[in-house]
């Protein structure tokens, strides 16, 4: 399961590491990673502003 570490953000800049050969990733692998992190984006606003998407 993927850890994401928000004490870890610099600046604006995301960066999403996935293991594996040197740039490759399973497109599943991607696919369910970006669908994590939007869910997770979505329910920090909730929080921090509700109402607003």
């Known amino acids: ?3 994401i570490r928000l ?3 610099h600046e604006e800049t ?3 590491h996935f293991g594996g050969p040197e740039g490759t990733i399973d497109a599943y ?3 369910n990673a970006l669908i ?3 869910d997770t984006a979505y329910a920090v606003n909730a ?7």
């Open 1 to 3: 399961m993927a850890v």
């Open 7 to 9: 004490d870890e953000f």
């Open 14 to 16: 995301i960066v999403l």
């Open 29 to 31: 692998t991607l696919a």
């Open 36 to 38: 994590g992190f939007a």
């Open 47 to 53: 929080t921090i502003d509700p109402g607003q998407e």
